[in-house]
Protein backbone atom coordinates (compact mmCIF):
# COMPACT_ATOMS: atom_id res chain seq x y z
CA UNK A 1 0.00 0.00 0.00
CA UNK A 2 1.00 3.45 -1.03
CA UNK A 3 -0.10 7.01 -0.13
CA UNK A 4 -0.78 10.00 -1.94
CA UNK A 5 -0.70 12.23 0.74
CA UNK A 6 2.17 10.46 3.35
CA UNK A 7 3.12 13.61 4.96
CA UNK A 8 -0.32 13.44 6.62
CA UNK A 9 0.16 9.93 8.51
CA UNK A 10 2.16 11.65 11.53
CA UNK A 11 -2.16 11.67 12.38
CA UNK A 12 -1.56 7.88 13.57
CA UNK A 13 0.33 9.35 16.36
CA UNK A 14 -3.25 10.17 17.48
CA UNK A 15 -3.73 6.08 17.95
CA UNK A 16 -1.72 5.15 20.74
CA UNK A 17 -2.25 8.21 22.76
CA UNK A 18 -6.13 7.21 22.89
CA UNK A 19 -4.56 3.48 24.14
CA UNK A 20 -3.06 5.26 26.62
CA UNK A 21 -6.06 7.12 27.73
CA UNK A 22 -8.26 4.16 27.46
CA UNK A 23 -6.29 2.32 29.58
CA UNK A 24 -5.70 5.00 32.08
CA UNK A 25 -10.01 5.44 32.60
CA UNK A 26 -10.12 2.34 32.94
CA UNK A 27 -7.43 2.51 36.22
CA UNK A 28 -9.53 5.35 37.40
CA UNK A 29 -12.64 3.50 37.21
CA UNK A 30 -11.36 0.63 38.88
CA UNK A 31 -10.13 3.01 42.22
CA UNK A 32 -13.37 4.94 42.58
CA UNK A 33 -15.42 1.48 42.22
CA UNK A 34 -17.34 0.24 45.33
CA UNK A 35 -15.45 -1.86 47.56
CA UNK A 36 -17.07 -5.71 47.71
CA UNK A 37 -16.61 -8.14 50.19
CA UNK A 38 -15.40 -10.04 48.17
CA UNK A 39 -14.03 -8.90 44.81
CA UNK A 40 -14.13 -12.74 43.33
CA UNK A 41 -17.66 -13.19 43.98
CA UNK A 42 -18.14 -10.40 41.47
CA UNK A 43 -15.96 -11.61 38.59
CA UNK A 44 -17.15 -14.74 38.89
CA UNK A 45 -20.67 -13.24 38.52
CA UNK A 46 -19.32 -10.95 35.47
CA UNK A 47 -17.61 -13.99 33.66
CA UNK A 48 -14.47 -14.24 31.66
CA UNK A 49 -16.84 -13.39 28.54
CA UNK A 50 -18.92 -10.43 29.92
CA UNK A 51 -15.19 -9.12 30.81
CA UNK A 52 -14.06 -9.56 27.43
CA UNK A 53 -16.45 -7.91 25.03
CA UNK A 54 -16.42 -4.61 27.39
CA UNK A 55 -13.49 -3.79 25.56
CA UNK A 56 -14.81 -5.08 22.05
CA UNK A 57 -16.49 -1.75 21.38
CA UNK A 58 -13.49 0.25 21.95
CA UNK A 59 -11.51 -2.14 20.13
CA UNK A 60 -13.65 -2.00 16.73
CA UNK A 61 -13.95 1.91 17.24
CA UNK A 62 -10.43 2.61 17.69
CA UNK A 63 -9.88 0.63 14.39
CA UNK A 64 -12.07 2.79 12.60
CA UNK A 65 -10.33 5.72 13.57
CA UNK A 66 -7.67 4.34 12.77
CA UNK A 67 -9.01 3.67 8.99
CA UNK A 68 -9.91 7.15 9.15
CA UNK A 69 -6.84 8.48 9.53
CA UNK A 70 -5.34 6.27 7.26
CA UNK A 71 -7.72 7.44 4.43
CA UNK A 72 -6.78 10.84 5.35
CA UNK A 73 -3.24 10.45 3.73
CA UNK A 74 -5.04 8.75 0.22
CA UNK A 75 -4.10 5.27 0.31
CA UNK A 76 -3.46 3.66 -2.95
CA UNK A 77 -2.97 -0.17 -4.21
CA UNK A 78 -1.98 -2.50 -6.64
CA UNK A 79 -5.29 -4.28 -7.66
CA UNK A 80 -6.82 -6.44 -10.42
CA UNK A 81 -9.21 -4.78 -12.19
CA UNK A 82 -11.16 -5.57 -15.43
CA UNK A 83 -8.97 -3.71 -18.44
CA UNK A 84 -10.06 -0.49 -19.74
CA UNK A 85 -8.81 -1.47 -23.03
CA UNK A 86 -11.57 -1.09 -25.59
CA UNK A 87 -9.32 -1.37 -29.18
CA UNK A 88 -6.53 -3.38 -29.90
CA UNK A 89 -5.09 -3.47 -33.22
CA UNK A 90 -3.39 -6.35 -34.99
CA UNK A 91 -0.16 -6.06 -36.99
CA UNK A 92 0.94 -8.98 -38.53
CA UNK A 93 4.19 -9.50 -40.66
CA UNK A 94 3.27 -11.02 -43.91
CA UNK A 95 6.69 -11.36 -45.90
CA UNK A 96 7.67 -14.48 -47.85
CA UNK A 97 9.33 -15.96 -44.87
CA UNK A 98 6.41 -16.43 -43.11
CA UNK A 99 5.95 -19.16 -45.28
CA UNK A 100 8.77 -21.41 -43.61
CA UNK A 101 7.59 -24.13 -42.18
CA UNK A 102 9.78 -24.36 -38.92
CA UNK A 103 6.46 -23.61 -37.26
CA UNK A 104 4.03 -25.86 -38.37
CA UNK A 105 1.91 -26.06 -40.49
CA UNK A 106 4.01 -22.81 -41.52
CA UNK A 107 4.28 -19.78 -39.87
CA UNK A 108 1.49 -17.58 -41.60
CA UNK A 109 -0.79 -20.74 -41.22
CA UNK A 110 -0.19 -20.47 -37.15
CA UNK A 111 -0.03 -17.16 -36.86
CA UNK A 112 -3.36 -16.61 -38.53
CA UNK A 113 -5.06 -19.32 -36.45
CA UNK A 114 -3.60 -18.22 -33.05
CA UNK A 115 -5.03 -14.55 -34.19
CA UNK A 116 -8.28 -16.08 -34.66
CA UNK A 117 -8.35 -17.73 -31.65
CA UNK A 118 -7.39 -14.67 -29.82
CA UNK A 119 -10.08 -12.71 -31.19
CA UNK A 120 -12.98 -14.58 -30.55
CA UNK A 121 -12.16 -14.78 -27.14
CA UNK A 122 -12.59 -11.03 -26.38
CA UNK A 123 -15.30 -9.47 -24.99
CA UNK A 124 -18.15 -8.38 -26.92
CA UNK A 125 -17.54 -4.67 -26.39
CA UNK A 126 -13.91 -4.87 -27.39
CA UNK A 127 -13.16 -3.62 -30.88
CA UNK A 128 -10.51 -5.28 -33.24
CA UNK A 129 -8.90 -3.80 -35.94
CA UNK A 130 -6.42 -5.84 -38.57
CA UNK A 131 -3.25 -4.76 -40.12
CA UNK A 132 -0.88 -6.32 -42.47
CA UNK A 133 2.75 -5.11 -42.96
CA UNK A 134 5.40 -6.35 -45.80
CA UNK A 135 7.01 -4.05 -48.14
CA UNK A 136 4.25 -1.78 -46.94
CA UNK A 137 1.50 -1.68 -44.48
CA UNK A 138 -2.25 -2.10 -45.15
CA UNK A 139 -5.39 -1.78 -42.86
CA UNK A 140 -7.11 -4.97 -43.34
CA UNK A 141 -9.91 -4.42 -41.40
CA UNK A 142 -10.94 -1.27 -39.52
CA UNK A 143 -11.96 -1.76 -35.76
CA UNK A 144 -15.11 -3.52 -35.15
CA UNK A 145 -16.60 -5.88 -32.93
CA UNK A 146 -18.25 -8.34 -36.00
CA UNK A 147 -16.44 -11.20 -35.47
CA UNK A 148 -17.33 -12.69 -38.69
CA UNK A 149 -15.45 -9.81 -40.32
CA UNK A 150 -12.31 -10.11 -38.42
CA UNK A 151 -11.65 -14.11 -39.04
CA UNK A 152 -12.43 -13.51 -43.03
CA UNK A 153 -9.92 -10.47 -42.76
CA UNK A 154 -7.33 -12.87 -41.27
CA UNK A 155 -8.09 -15.29 -43.80
CA UNK A 156 -7.50 -13.00 -46.29
CA UNK A 157 -4.19 -11.97 -45.87
CA UNK A 158 -1.40 -12.89 -48.36
CA UNK A 159 2.31 -12.66 -48.82
CA UNK A 160 4.47 -9.92 -50.33
CA UNK A 161 8.31 -8.96 -50.77
CA UNK A 162 10.10 -7.09 -47.56
CA UNK A 163 9.80 -6.34 -44.07
CA UNK A 164 8.82 -3.01 -42.94
CA UNK A 165 8.04 -2.95 -39.19
CA UNK A 166 7.96 0.52 -38.93
CA UNK A 167 5.15 0.94 -41.57
CA UNK A 168 2.98 -1.46 -39.40
CA UNK A 169 2.85 0.47 -36.36
CA UNK A 170 2.69 3.64 -37.91
CA UNK A 171 -0.61 2.28 -39.59
CA UNK A 172 -1.68 0.57 -36.74
CA UNK A 173 -1.49 4.01 -34.77
CA UNK A 174 -2.90 5.85 -37.43
CA UNK A 175 -6.32 3.47 -37.00
CA UNK A 176 -6.21 4.11 -33.40
CA UNK A 177 -6.15 7.80 -33.72
CA UNK A 178 -7.97 8.66 -37.36
CA UNK A 179 -8.25 12.18 -36.40
CA UNK A 180 -4.93 13.14 -35.58
CA UNK A 181 -3.56 14.08 -38.76
CA UNK A 182 -0.77 11.58 -38.96
CA UNK A 183 0.52 11.34 -42.43
CA UNK A 184 0.96 8.01 -43.78
CA UNK A 185 2.02 9.24 -47.24
CA UNK A 186 5.23 11.23 -46.45
CA UNK A 187 5.82 9.03 -43.59
CA UNK A 188 5.70 5.61 -44.90
CA UNK A 189 6.85 6.61 -48.54
CA UNK A 190 8.96 9.66 -47.72
CA UNK A 191 9.05 12.81 -49.43
CA UNK A 192 9.40 11.06 -52.57
CA UNK A 193 6.36 9.38 -52.30
CA UNK A 194 3.60 9.22 -54.32
CA UNK A 195 1.22 12.33 -55.04
CA UNK A 196 -1.88 11.50 -52.72
CA UNK A 197 -3.32 14.64 -54.72
CA UNK A 198 -3.34 12.63 -58.38
CA UNK A 199 -6.81 12.86 -59.41
CA UNK A 200 -8.22 15.07 -56.98
CA UNK A 201 -9.95 18.66 -57.68
CA UNK A 202 -7.44 21.81 -57.19
CA UNK A 203 -10.37 23.06 -55.26
CA UNK A 204 -10.73 20.29 -52.56
CA UNK A 205 -9.60 21.04 -49.41
CA UNK A 206 -6.17 18.64 -48.37
CA UNK A 207 -6.14 16.72 -45.76
CA UNK A 208 -5.46 17.82 -42.35
CA UNK A 209 -1.32 17.45 -41.92
CA UNK A 210 1.04 16.18 -39.18
CA UNK A 211 0.35 17.96 -36.07
CA UNK A 212 2.88 18.15 -33.61
CA UNK A 213 1.83 15.91 -30.21
CA UNK A 214 1.77 16.63 -26.88
CA UNK A 215 3.96 13.50 -25.56
CA UNK A 216 2.14 12.07 -22.56
CA UNK A 217 3.33 9.52 -19.99
CA UNK A 218 4.34 5.95 -22.12
CA UNK A 219 1.43 3.32 -21.46
CA UNK A 220 -0.93 5.55 -20.57
CA UNK A 221 -3.60 5.37 -23.13
CA UNK A 222 -6.06 3.25 -21.83
CA UNK A 223 -8.76 3.08 -24.23
CA UNK A 224 -6.72 1.07 -27.42
CA UNK A 225 -3.15 -1.04 -27.25
CA UNK A 226 -1.48 -2.57 -30.42
CA UNK A 227 0.44 -6.44 -30.66
CA UNK A 228 2.59 -6.66 -33.23
CA UNK A 229 3.92 -10.14 -34.90
CA UNK A 230 6.85 -10.46 -36.88
CA UNK A 231 9.38 -12.88 -38.12
CA UNK A 232 11.70 -10.92 -39.89
CA UNK A 233 14.32 -7.75 -39.63
CA UNK A 234 12.99 -4.70 -40.83
CA UNK A 235 13.97 -4.49 -44.61
CA UNK A 236 12.52 -1.32 -46.04
CA UNK A 237 9.97 1.37 -44.38
CA UNK A 238 10.52 3.89 -41.52
CA UNK A 239 12.40 3.32 -38.82
CA UNK A 240 10.77 0.93 -36.39
CA UNK A 241 12.15 2.66 -33.19
CA UNK A 242 10.53 6.23 -34.56
CA UNK A 243 7.13 4.45 -35.07
CA UNK A 244 7.51 2.84 -31.09
CA UNK A 245 8.83 6.61 -30.29
CA UNK A 246 5.43 8.16 -31.99
CA UNK A 247 3.21 5.43 -29.79
CA UNK A 248 4.94 6.05 -26.96
CA UNK A 249 4.34 9.82 -27.09
CA UNK A 250 0.93 8.70 -27.84
CA UNK A 251 0.61 6.77 -24.31
CA UNK A 252 -0.08 3.55 -26.67
CA UNK A 253 1.36 -0.20 -25.62
CA UNK A 254 3.34 -1.95 -27.99
CA UNK A 255 3.27 -5.20 -27.42
CA UNK A 256 5.58 -7.56 -29.38
CA UNK A 257 5.83 -10.80 -30.65
CA UNK A 258 8.86 -12.66 -32.34
CA UNK A 259 7.90 -15.73 -34.48
CA UNK A 260 10.41 -18.09 -35.42
CA UNK A 261 14.18 -18.98 -33.76
CA UNK A 262 15.35 -16.12 -32.31
CA UNK A 263 18.94 -17.22 -32.98
CA UNK A 264 18.05 -18.05 -36.57
CA UNK A 265 18.08 -21.48 -38.54
CA UNK A 266 17.44 -22.54 -41.91
CA UNK A 267 13.88 -22.73 -43.53
CA UNK A 268 13.00 -24.25 -46.61
CA UNK A 269 9.87 -23.14 -49.10
CA UNK A 270 9.34 -23.17 -52.38
CA UNK A 271 12.36 -24.90 -53.20
CA UNK A 272 14.78 -22.44 -51.59
CA UNK A 273 16.40 -22.87 -47.73
CA UNK A 274 17.22 -19.59 -46.75
CA UNK A 275 18.78 -18.71 -43.34
CA UNK A 276 16.57 -16.30 -41.31
CA UNK A 277 15.91 -14.64 -37.73
CA UNK A 278 14.01 -12.50 -36.29
CA UNK A 279 15.13 -9.22 -35.00
CA UNK A 280 14.74 -9.70 -31.55
CA UNK A 281 16.17 -6.80 -30.06
CA UNK A 282 14.44 -4.01 -31.98
CA UNK A 283 11.20 -6.01 -31.24
CA UNK A 284 12.03 -5.98 -26.97
CA UNK A 285 13.19 -2.33 -27.55
CA UNK A 286 9.64 -0.98 -29.02
CA UNK A 287 7.90 -2.72 -26.16
CA UNK A 288 10.11 -1.52 -23.95
CA UNK A 289 9.66 2.05 -24.68
CA UNK A 290 6.04 1.73 -25.27
CA UNK A 291 6.14 0.22 -21.55
CA UNK A 292 4.59 -2.86 -23.38
CA UNK A 293 5.93 -6.43 -23.12
CA UNK A 294 7.81 -8.87 -25.57
CA UNK A 295 7.43 -12.63 -25.98
CA UNK A 296 8.70 -14.87 -28.30
CA UNK A 297 7.08 -18.23 -29.81
CA UNK A 298 9.21 -20.90 -31.68
CA UNK A 299 6.22 -23.17 -31.99
CA UNK A 300 2.37 -23.11 -32.99
CA UNK A 301 1.97 -24.28 -29.40
CA UNK A 302 3.92 -21.68 -27.81
CA UNK A 303 2.37 -18.58 -30.05
CA UNK A 304 -1.32 -19.96 -28.98
CA UNK A 305 0.32 -19.37 -25.41
CA UNK A 306 1.40 -16.07 -26.18
CA UNK A 307 -1.84 -15.04 -27.39
CA UNK A 308 -3.58 -16.66 -23.86
CA UNK A 309 -1.13 -14.86 -22.07
CA UNK A 310 -2.44 -11.59 -23.68
CA UNK A 311 -6.04 -12.06 -23.38
CA UNK A 312 -5.68 -12.29 -20.29
CA UNK A 313 -3.87 -9.58 -19.96
CA UNK A 314 -6.56 -7.02 -21.66
CA UNK A 315 -9.44 -8.76 -19.96
CA UNK A 316 -7.89 -8.07 -16.39
CA UNK A 317 -4.91 -5.91 -15.68
CA UNK A 318 -3.08 -4.82 -12.46
CA UNK A 319 -3.40 -1.11 -11.77
CA UNK A 320 -2.44 1.52 -8.84
CA UNK A 321 -5.89 2.35 -7.98
CA UNK A 322 -6.82 4.87 -4.65
CA UNK A 323 -8.55 2.79 -2.63
CA UNK A 324 -9.63 5.97 0.13
CA UNK A 325 -13.52 5.54 -0.51
CA UNK A 326 -13.27 1.32 0.42
CA UNK A 327 -10.57 2.22 3.65
CA UNK A 328 -13.18 4.89 4.69
CA UNK A 329 -16.60 2.34 3.96
CA UNK A 330 -14.68 0.34 6.24
CA UNK A 331 -14.05 2.51 8.96
CA UNK A 332 -17.78 3.77 9.25
CA UNK A 333 -18.77 -0.02 9.24
CA UNK A 334 -17.05 -0.90 12.12
CA UNK A 335 -18.11 2.36 13.53
CA UNK A 336 -21.33 1.56 13.30
CA UNK A 337 -20.72 -2.08 14.95
CA UNK A 338 -18.97 -0.38 17.62
CA UNK A 339 -21.91 1.43 18.76
CA UNK A 340 -24.70 -1.04 18.00
CA UNK A 341 -22.73 -3.41 20.08
CA UNK A 342 -22.10 -1.00 22.56
CA UNK A 343 -26.26 -0.19 22.87
CA UNK A 344 -26.38 -3.67 22.61
CA UNK A 345 -24.40 -5.18 25.29
CA UNK A 346 -24.29 -1.76 28.19
CA UNK A 347 -27.22 0.67 26.45
CA UNK A 348 -24.58 3.24 25.66
CA UNK A 349 -22.55 4.30 23.02
CA UNK A 350 -19.20 3.74 23.28
Do not use: C
Not at 133 to 157: E, H, K, M, Y
Not at 205 to 224: I, L, N, T
Not at 234 to 244: E, S
Amino acid sequence: MRFMLPQLLWLLLVVPLLVAMYWFVLSRRKKGAVRYASLGLVKEALGTRQRFRRHVPPLLFLIALTLILLAVSRPTAVITLPSEQRTIILAIDVSLSMRATDVEPNRLAAAQEAAKTFIQQQPPDVRVGIVSFAGTALLVQSPTQNRDDLIAAIDRLELQRHTAIGSGLIVALATVFPDAGIDLESMIFGAGGRDSRRGVAIDQPKKAEKRDVAPVPPGSYASAAIILLSDGRRTTGPDPLDAAKMAADRGVRVFTVGLGNAQGGMASFEGWSVYMRFDEETLRTIADLTRGEYFSASSALELRKVYETLNSKFMLEKKETEITALVTAAAALLALGAGLLSLAWSNRLV
